[in-house]
């Protein structure tokens, strides 16, 4: 996922000359390596300094440049959270923090390096808009509108790491900004999920469907603005709905899921799984991490089929 | 940048400004009159002295007051140069009004929204480096200045921005530190001692360092006017906090506090 979006950053930097990237002391592989050659002057490494690196990228955005400031989730948006809410929030400013390793896909370092809180923490900024791409192809266009854009604020973009499985290539829907995509249509059962999750989301909705449902299998790329009546037709035109989510429980997808269910007296039945509202100490895989928090196919279907 | 520096009419320029935040300070229960005062004179020597125009008029260099709380004095100077309509502080922290106790993006002539401290220089920093991403030649390159207070220089988020900003050859930002001295609990240097001398830190970490007494624009002006260019430059401005009128000067209680109809006078008759 970072490839591709490294891949689209250089192509469109060669268009853009406003396109600049600002890293703390993360070093730059494959397609970030060809933009920092052939760019120098656009790409600053500030050593391990976050909150450094808000500000410069606020700097940067006041005199008309377009950063992406570039670095593990929790350092681009947890360590800097005031200049990130004061500088870029308040100050309403085009720049995208790129937050890579979102959930706990960063298993084995621990939890220093989970973003588990960081959508409730992104959007809790009235100017932010939030972006978590399914796969490498979702990256793609999605940094591609982000690079675009011409007005706007900030934009969180939640990535998983590399080697993520391609899943939109063959979805029902292109991806468009602000609205649920849905990647396979069905009558009866909603699997809605966003990010790196939704390989398992898909496993689930395969699950089902070898169980003879009739499976929708949607993705939510635009977590902020959230499409309110896209959930609210999912939760009118399915029986059951099952929302995954890797955050923990408040201030994320499915506590607003659940706001929409109520406020439109929703009639379906409503499943969901996120991290717990702890920390687990564990030093295995993402899956392993995943299972540990409940995130696990096995157990989705087993709910879902009670 | 001219080059020469009129100290006369740059004494009266203040004098003015003074009385004017003290014509507001009648109408607001609190404003930070003392921390505008103890930068008053490096504000002006930066608008009428040190920031360049380009041939439409507008200032091409850029001025952002890091230290937020001071922003009357940069209020006052705006008002006075037709930036800021004159009913700007008239209507100054009303619900219709424009202005607030600390500058806002959007407010005519204001470079960022400042107000916690520490934020300034990183900003700074990143504009300064934007001008090295226009294809410009070195002396073509805008000069962007930031006024910090001393208090804000314990902020680790401004030693960021000072370690990083040689190394990213950020030649064209001056930093002014309006070093008053004061905090909450009184004097810095008595309080903190080891936090100073500031100017030994800066210098370590590849800025080229002044220190002037930061009431005289024309030293201010001067020092800016030689300096290499080669380095990011900072000057260290000793100041006092309320300069101006007596019975503020290096008193505490007048950081965010507004003088009655008696002090009031007291200090215009001194402002005279």
Not at chain 1, 117 to 146: N, Y
Request: hydrophobic fraction near 40%.
């Amino acid at each position: 996922m970072r490839n591709t979006f490294a891949e689209v950053l250089y192509e469109l930097g060669c268009e853009d000359e406003r396109v600049c990237i600002v890293v703390a002391d993360i070093s730059p592989a494959g397609p970030m390596a060809k933009f920092r050659e052939r760019f120098p002057e656009r790409f600053i490494n500030v050593g391990v300094a976050e909150q450094s690196m808000i500000g410069i990228c606020a700097g940067l955005a006041l005199r008309g440049m377009r950063p992406f400031a570039y670095t593990i989730a929790t350092f681009t948006l947890y360590r800097p959270f005031e200049m990130v809410r004061d500088d870029l929030g308040y100050q309403n400013l085009p720049v995208t923090l790129v937050g890579i390793g979102g959930g706990v896909i960063y298993s084995t370092l621990g939890a220093t390096h989970y973003a588990q809180e960081d959508i409730a923490i992104a959007g809790s900024i009235p100017t932010m808009t939030i972006l978590a791409p399914s796969d490498p192809e979702e990256s793609r266009e999605i940094t591609r509108w982000v690079v675009r854009r011409e007005s706007g604020g900030p934009v969180y973009l939640r990535f998983g790491k590399a080697g993520e499985p391609i899943l939109t290539k063959d979805a029902a829907e292109p991806f468009v900004f602000g609205k649920l995509r849905r990647l396979s249509i069905g009558e009866d059962v909603a699997v809605l999920s966003y990010g790196v999750l939704m390989n398992m989301a898909k496993k689930v909705a395969v699950g089902l469907s070898a169980k003879g449902r009739s499976v929708s299998l949607i993705a939510c790329p635009t977590v902020k603005p959230l499409d309110v009546a896209g959930i609210a037709n999912v939760l009118r035109r399915h029986k059951h709905v099952i929302v995954l989510e890797e955050h923990v429980p408040q201030g994320g997808l499915t506590a607003q899921v659940k706001q929409i269910a109520w406020d439109i007296q929703a009639k379906c039945r409503l499943q969901t799984h996120t991290l717990k509202d702890e920390f687990v100490h564990c030093y295995g895989s993402h899956d392993d991490i995943l299972a540990a928090h409940g995130l696990s196919v096995p157990v989705i279907l087993a709910k879902a089929t009670q | 940048m001219r080059n020469t520096f009129d100290r006369d009419a740059a004494a009266a320029r203040c004098k003015r400004y003074r009385r004017r935040i003290l014509d507001v300070s009648q109408r607001v229960t609190a404003l930070h009159v003392a921390p505008a005062f103890s930068c008053m004179e490096i504000l002006d020597c930066i608008y009428s002295g040190l920031l360049r125009k380009d041939g439409a008029g507008t200032f091409r260099d850029i001025f952002l007051l890091s230290k937020g709380h001071g922003c009357m004095a940069q209020y006052a100077i705006l008002e006075d140069l037709g930036i800021l309509p004159k009913s700007a502080l008239d209507t100054y922290c009303t619900a219709d009004g424009l202005l607030g106790a600390h500058p806002d993006l959007g407010i005519p002539g204001v470079a960022a929204a400042t107000g916690s401290l520490g934020h300034g220089l990183s900003m700074a920093l990143g504009m300064a480096l934007a001008e090295r991403m226009r294809k410009v030649s070195t002396h073509e390159r805008n000069i962007v200045y930031a006024v910090l207070s001393d208090g804000e220089v314990q902020e680790g988020s401004t030693w960021e921005a000072v370690m990083m900003a040689s190394s990213l050859g950020a030649s064209n930002l001056v930093a002014v530190i309006d070093n008053n001295d004061f905090q909450s609990l009184g004097r810095t240097s008595e309080t903190h001692p080891s936090f100073y001398p500031l100017d030994k830190k800066f210098e370590s970490f590849g800025w080229e360092v002044v220190s002037i007494n930061g009431h005289d624009g024309e030293a201010l002006h001067n020092t800016v006017t030689v300096r290499s260019g080669a380095k990011p430059f900072a000057v260290i401005a000793k100041t006092i906090k309320g300069k101006g009128v007596s019975y503020m000067e290096n008193v505490p209680m007048w950081h965010y506090r507004a003088p009655n109809a008696e002090e009031y006078k007291k200090a215009l008759a001194e402002l005279t």
